[in-house]
């Protein structure tokens, strides 16, 4: 302990090296969304400044011989003094090292393992694993009737099975002015908290068809309404009463080889016109309850990893 | 009335086995000194609400445990296996029925222990960290209700659980990510039933457990609050054993303090 007496001067909080430091956490964040090299270089950075940082405290917080006993008596030291310098010495020098790299050591193990298990429970939600990348073929066209509405159940995911059954409410609306083939696919769940949305109005189960494991269900109905909480939407999905904030879901759709195909789940602020003239705006699909468009969509600024197209 | 030889004897046989275990862990002085504490002489039955708490919650946890044994977190096998478990397993209808019913009990007992602390003051220094872990506990109590609702996979199971999670992704910037965290992925499906069997059975209770621990601890560090109506306020002090330092000086002082209030009046 040659260099003791020259540090106890520092004063304290004077370091640059916390500026640094955060500098390097800075980079590590910056790194993580541009590109991995600026995060190893941010870490490289932490590290070398969170090193130097704890140096600096641990020199400034360097304990300092102030017990009266330790004086010296007589210009000579004593006995004890002698022993409890040895003692102190030794406190400092090798049982402050081993606390830190107990500590240090205890801490890397424990990231080790804590760290991976962490991204192991979280980050597989956020992947888009589960996500069904085969398109639903829904049968051919003549099972869509122009001008109403068929309610259509259909497997969205062939991996997950019955769980995934989803029912959408399909209506053929002819040609567009642009001659181009024109469906209203709404998706049925609920935008107030994802409860299936019922249409008001008759089923003819008798004119039921099915394709595939699809089933396919005329329906006349003035709207659709949802069981739980009361909200309701007219026939283009938009809210006309209750608790819902937006719009119903909808799907896009492609025809190949003369056969309805779903496509994107969209979200949708609100709908202008009817039918072939509905003119929206897409949303990347949300979850119910939240604002798509709005002042409100402010609440939820940042879009969520892995939640489907 | 003096004993006699052969009872003695019988005795000394009997308690051979606590003597044996006390001498090599002390672990029956221990007990003994958590059981026998001093309590405020003028105490409450409303007081024996945190114990009931505990015992329900140990129901929950003996019958979770066999429940789990019979029970398939699988979207295919998982309401089969709660029929098998009502209809056909021996007893089975007892258990879960107990594991049902005991969850609604574990609620409201921990909303009635809950009201005694806030009506009694109980939550005031020196204890506002025994409040601070009881909310984490009711918290964590309400999380294993609603992991727990989902596992029949039945349809009220099933939608409860949607409106449950959609609740969640209401929430602003971060309840999109909670309640994708929840379901898994993009909808809910078997990844759903996985992780809320893991979170119900794994993961909520060993908090709890952690917590109870915690709170356990202060109960017996702080002591038993008495009544408002109460004039020794903060009990009598233990009969030996040190006290806690800091604690012991604050008991005293408020013992002297009313003292000297009854001696005034």
């Given at each position: 302990m040659s260099d003791g007496t020259d540090n106890h001067d520092q004063a304290p909080g004077s370091s640059l090296w916390p500026i640094g430091f955060a500098i390097g956490i800075a980079c590590i964040l910056v790194g993580l969304v541009i590109s991995w090299p600026a995060a190893v270089l941010g870490a490289a950075i932490t590290i070398v400044f969170g090193v130097l940082w704890i140096r600096d405290t641990a020199r400034t917080h360097a304990p300092v011989d102030s017990d009266p006993a330790h004086a010296l008596v007589d210009g000579t030291p004593s006995e004890a003094q002698i022993a409890a310098e040895g003692e102190h010495l030794e406190t400092y020098g090798r049982a402050g090292f081993l606390t830190l790299a107990t500590i240090g050591l205890g801490g890397v193990i424990g990231a080790g393992v804590v760290l991976p298990s962490l991204g192991f429970a979280v980050l597989p939600s956020f992947m888009g694993e589960g996500i069904e990348t085969n398109p639903v073929d829904l049968g051919p066209l003549e099972n869509f009737p122009e001008g109403t509405f068929v309610i259509t159940s259909f497997t969205g995911s062939k991996r997950q099975g019955d769980v995934s059954r989803r029912t959408a409410y399909i209506r053929n609306n002819g040609l567009s002015a642009e001659k181009e083939p024109s469906f209203t696919i709404i998706y049925s769940r609920c935008v107030h908290l994802g409860c299936a949305v019922q249409p008001n109005g008759p089923r003819f189960e008798d004119e039921a068809k099915t394709y595939k494991d699809v089933t396919i269900t005329p329906v006349k109905p003035a709207g659709f309404g949802c069981p739980c909480h009361g909200g309701a939407y007219d026939n283009e999905g938009n809210r006309t009463a209750g608790p819902p904030v937006r719009s119903l879901d909808r799907y896009a759709f492609s025809i190949v080889d003369g056969n309805l195909v779903l496509g994107d789940h969209f979200s949708v602020g609100t709908v202008d016109g009817t039918a072939a003239d509905a003119v929206m705006t897409r949303y990347p699909v949300a979850y119910p309850g939240?604002?798509?468009?709005?002042?409100?969509?402010?609440?939820?600024?940042l879009p969520v990893p892995g939640a489907g197209s | 009335m003096a004993k006699s030889a052969r009872q003695a004897q019988v005795e000394k046989a009997a308690l051979y086995p606590l003597d044996w275990v006390e001498e090599r862990s002390g672990l029956v002085g221990y007990t003994k000194w958590f059981l026998f504490r001093n309590v405020p002489r003028d105490i409450n039955w409303m007081q024996t609400l945190g114990a009931a708490t505990l015992t329900a919650f140990l129901v929950q946890a003996t019958t979770g445990v066999f429940l789990a044994m019979y029970y398939k977190p699988d979207p295919d096998s998982a309401y089969a296996s709660i029929q098998n478990i009502t209809n056909?397993?021996?007893?089975g209808w007892l258990v879960r029925g107990m594991h049902k019913w005991g969850a609604s009990l574990f609620i409201i007992l921990m909303f009635l222990h809950m009201a005694r602390t806030f009506m009694f003051g109980a939550y005031k220094y020196p204890r506002e960290l025994n409040w601070i872990t009881g909310v984490l506990l009711l918290v964590m109590g309400m999380a294993e209700g609603f992991t727990g609702y989902l596992l029949p996979w039945d349809q009220t199971a099933y939608w409860a659980t949607v409106v449950g999670i959609n609740i969640n992704a209401t929430a602003p910037i971060a309840g999109p990510f909670l309640a994708q965290f929840l379901q898994g992925g993009a909808q809910i499906g078997p990844e759903t039933l996985a992780k809320f069997y893991s979170l119900h059975m794994l993961v909520i209770p060993g908090g709890i457990m952690a917590l109870i621990g915690l709170h356990m601890y202060l109960v017996v560090r702080l002591g038993v609050t008495s009544p408002p109506w109460s004039k020794t306020a903060a009990g009598r002090p233990r009969g030996e054993g040190e006290e806690p330092e800091g604690y012991g000086a604050y008991r005293e002082g408020l013992i002297r303090e009313h003292k000297e209030e009854d001696e005034a009046s």
């Open positions: 939240i604002h798509v468009d709005g002042i409100s969509k402010w609440l939820y600024p | 056909e397993v021996t007893l």
